[in-house]
């Protein structure tokens, strides 16, 4: 398939794109659509030349914003389009062609996303309208993770729960572990066992052995496993009752407080972005400093975990804003785990900085770090699933 593929990212209130031409060394185009349904509703996106542009969009919907999406591709018209979907249920082990029955389970799986799943199916249903001709992939943030073995994926919970209501981890970030960890194969020249650690806005690790997800940090919802950004990551399960019973709080106010105003944010008492806690902790701020020391510790506590899934391990891989751009926070992860016998090369950890690709180690365990790329993952998934599907 020579033609670009369209990568969709469809949120409640927004649209992320990319055109990923089959080429690696052609340019992208890509773009986000947010405050859809508002009178502020705007596309800002980057042509084929790297230049920004940006459209009012007022009142604009999923299928206004598509239509004016395609109509500032310049003339390149996609051969399918690839759509990110957050849940795949235990149904979807992989990407799949989208047909009617395939939108009936992605609607069947929205209780375990409510806030993603039908949001990402209004970009499925917009764009099926749309351009009905295309083929439509979808490429679920789960599927990486159903190589788990039952050992990783089931909780310590009464059986029924697991089978009559899928309570289970799934895992997500499931195209960031994929990519990272077979780009790290094709750059050690193994089919290794590898810790990837995904630390964006939202953080995880998962461990890879030979191509495979074994184990993972987040579960039932990305809630569980690591400090991030805003999620408070692992907590007491007992936190909740308790909250609940001594302080009145409702469902939605532990939901909230759990999900948007913990992490970083809640631990430093001032921002849920590194940068600014770097430069702040480096002024002295006592918050700060505790945010990005809980936060170090976690990875490394949760890689350590990880490791027990790996009958070897060959390295540890870092991407995401702060995995490819914080050295520190990398040396720091690092530095908690003296027994993995790694050293780290300081010199090559601070030089491999906005989205480079580089090895960061003296020896030991290998070190890498890559940039993570989401749509390109997609779309090569979509691009491997239409060729098999027409040979
Ligand atoms: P992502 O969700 O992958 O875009 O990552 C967002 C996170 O990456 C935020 O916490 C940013 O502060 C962090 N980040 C991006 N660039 C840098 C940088 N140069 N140094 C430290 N953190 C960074």
């Given at each position: ?102 939108v009936a389970e992605i609607e069947a799986t929205a209780a375990l996303a409510p806030l993603h799943n039908p949001a990402n199916l209004e970009g499925v249903m917009a764009t099926r309208t749309l351009f009905p001709q295309l083929p439509q992939v979808a ?90 950004g805003t999620r408070s990551g692992d907590v007491d399960p007992g936190l909740h009752a308790h909250l609940a019973r001594q302080l009145g709080w409702s469902l939605d106010d532990i939901d909230r407080v759990l999900n948007r105003d913990s992490g970083l ?127």
């Amino acid at each position: 398939m020579h033609a670009p593929t369209l990568v969709i990212n469809c949120g409640s209130s927004s649209i992320k794109y990319a055109l990923i031409p089959a080429s690696a060394e052609s340019p992208r185009q890509f773009g986000l659509a947010e405050r859809l349904g508002s009178a502020e509703a705007i596309l800002n996106g980057t042509d084929g030349r790297g230049e920004s542009f940006a459209r009012a969009l007022p009142g604009a919907d999923h299928a206004t914003a598509l239509e004016t999406i395609l109509g500032c591709l310049e003339g390149q018209h996609p051969g399918a389009v690839g759509h990110r979907i957050v849940h795949g249920g235990e149904r979807f082990t992989r990407a799949v062609l989208i047909d009617d029955d395939v939108v009936a389970e992605i609607e069947a799986t929205a209780a375990l996303a409510p806030l993603h799943n039908p949001a990402n199916l209004e970009g499925v249903m917009a764009t099926r309208t749309l351009f009905p001709q295309l083929p439509q992939v979808a490429v679920f943030d789960t599927a990486f993770h159903q190589s788990l073995p039952p050992r990783a994926y089931r909780y310590a919970l009464p059986e029924a729960l697991y089978r009559d209501h899928g309570i289970r981890r799934y895992g997500f970030h499931g195209t960031s572990h994929a990519h990272v960890s077979s780009r790290a194969d094709a750059l050690a020249g193994i089919r290794g066992g590898w810790l990837t650690a995904h630390l964006g806005n939202g953080c995880s690790t998962c461990a890879v052995w030979q191509g495979e997800s074994l184990d993972t940090s987040m579960g039932l919802t990305p809630l569980e496993g690591l400090v991030m950004g805003t999620r408070s990551g692992d907590v007491d399960p007992g936190l909740h009752a308790h909250l609940a019973r001594q302080l009145g709080w409702s469902l939605d106010d532990i939901d909230r407080v759990l999900n948007r105003d913990s992490g970083l944010v809640g631990l430093s008492g001032l921002s849920n972005d590194m940068r600014e806690l770097e430069q702040a902790a480096s002024e002295g701020h006592a918050g700060a400093r505790l945010a990005i020391e809980v936060f170090c510790y976690r990875v490394a506590k949760s890689l350590a975990a990880l490791s027990c899934a790996l009958p070897r391990l060959d390295g540890i891989v870092f991407t995401g804003g702060i995995g490819e751009n914080a050295s520190a926070v990398r040396q720091r992860i690092v530095a908690a785990l003296p027994h993995f016998g790694i050293a780290l090369d300081d010199d090559a950890n601070d030089a491999t900085v906005r989205g480079r690709e580089g090895r960061i180690d003296a020896g030991g365990p290998q070190l890498w770090v890559i940039p993570t790329d989401e749509e390109g993952r997609i779309a090569l998934e979509t691009r491997q699933l239409i060729e098999e599907a027409c040979a």
